[in-house]
């Protein structure tokens, strides 16, 4: 089957950096998203990659290994509003996006 | 560009009805993509469309689900004979085959489906 591997919760405090990491298992792989999502709210996009390495924006940053079916997304700078859901979403060929169940982010001051 | 819409945003069924949901996605974009989403999970693929037509469907999807893109412009998803496992919420994503393959979707606010 095709699927995809976060924490389920992550906790840090005001300031620091969090890595929340994904493994996927998809048959015609082609490129992996993040998305958040606030409570109440729908899924915004926040990175993609398709090629290995490290790609930044802002404050966020995602990494891809294609070889080793691993992501991760790097919040650095925290802050209290980045509080929320964090989605990795694996695309495949077929047209299909297949989403994790989501890493719950709790910011504390 | 308003964003992503989708009608009505909150549906409350009994059991057997039908149900019709709409999203209009924005207005340059030619994917347009069905979620569902269940409290404490990721939204669960639900169908595709490349313009008006229908290029993927997920196989749990029963034949009680349909969508529908007639002109390339605005979705349907009819839900038959409702049950109460349809309880969800219904999200609709569009974006723009950039060639590049970005595949940058933008989600709308969703329609919250309650079947009594």
């Known amino acids: 089957g095709q699927s995809l591997e976060q924490p389920s919760e992550v906790t840090a405090v005001e300031g620091a950096i969090v890595q929340i990491n994904c493994t996927y298992q998809?048959?015609?792989?082609?490129?992996l998203s993040w998305y958040q999502q606030h409570d109440g709210g729908a899924p915004t996009f926040l990175s993609y990659?398709?090629?290995?390495g490290l790609e930044e924006t802002g404050r966020f940053s995602s990494f891809l290994s294609r070889s080793d079916s691993y992501g991760y997304l790097l919040l650095q700078e925290l802050q209290m509003k980045d509080s929320a859901s964090y989605f990795c979403?694996?695309?495949?060929?077929?047209?299909?996006?297949?989403f994790g169940a989501g890493t719950r982010l709790f910011v504390k001051a | 560009d308003t964003g992503v819409s989708q009608d009505p945003r909150h549906k409350i069924t009994k059991r057997g009805q039908n149900v019709t949901f709409r999203c209009d996605p924005i207005?340059?974009?030619?994917?347009l993509y069905w979620y569902r989403q269940t409290l404490g999970q990721g939204p669960e693929f639900l169908t595709y469309?490349?313009?008006?037509?229908?290029?993927?469907k997920s196989r749990l999807l029963s034949d009680r689900f349909s969508a529908e893109r007639p002109k390339g412009s605005f979705s349907t998803l009819e839900i038959q004979r409702t049950e109460q496992g349809d309880s969800a919420m219904y999200l609709c994503?569009?974006?723009?085959?950039?060639?590049?393959?970005?595949?940058?979707?933008?989600f709308g606010p969703g329609t919250r489906l309650t079947v009594l």
């Open positions: 979403a694996a695309h495949t060929g077929g047209f299909k996006t297949i």
């Open positions: 207005s340059e974009h030619n994917r």
């Open positions: 998809t048959s015609g792989f082609y490129g």
């Open positions: 990659n398709a090629l290995d």
């Open positions: 469309f490349q313009n008006e037509a229908q290029l993927e």
């Open positions: 994503a569009s974006s723009l085959d950039d060639r590049e393959g970005t595949d940058t979707q933008y």
